[in-house]
């Protein structure tokens, strides 16, 4: 389960090795660009809800699904339930803008979007598995469906 615990900067300078935290969100009066590094998101105050979200599923192991630099050719897969391999899926950067009603733009290829894929969360029926099954000792399947 995530809890989120908010602090302020100044009262927990030094602490985030001794708090426990997994991670932490900083925030900046300043604009920066945002990013995930060493456990932690830094944002800036004026980042988009979208952005917020966008760093935020990086803490899910999930990756960025457009090119860098700007332009070029990334591959990107993902493990299914199962544990095999998804289709190589090779994605352009296109300035990290959605176009149009272009359906593959998502969380992950858009910094202005905030729609999300099943793909997004093999990840988490993979661990959910791995838990049951030492747990119970027994084979357990899960797989992500949207509703």
């Known amino acids: 389960m995530y809890q989120i615990v908010w602090v302020d900067a100044q009262d927990s300078a030094g602490t985030a090795e001794n708090d426990h935290s997994h991670y932490a969100i900083y925030f900046n009066e300043d604009e920066v660009h945002e990013h995930v590094g060493s456990g932690h998101v830094e944002l800036s105050y004026s980042s988009t809800h979208e952005i917020f979200a ?3 599923i990086h803490f899910l192991s999930i990756a960025d699904e457009y090119g860098k630099p700007k332009g070029s050719a ?3 897969r993902y493990y299914q339930p199962d544990g095999t391999l998804a289709p190589n899926m090779v994605v352009f950067s296109r300035g990290f803008k959605k176009h149009g009603n272009d359906k593959r ?15 997004h969360a093999w990840n988490i029926a993979i661990e959910a598995q791995e838990l049951m099954r030492a747990e119970t000792g027994r084979e357990i399947k899960c797989d992500i469906v949207r509703q």
Do not use: Q
């Open 105 to 119: 733009w998502n969380i992950m290829s858009s910094n202005d979007s905030t729609n999300t894929e099943v793909k």
């Open 74 to 76: 990334t591959l990107v």
């Open 54 to 56: 966008h760093e935020f």
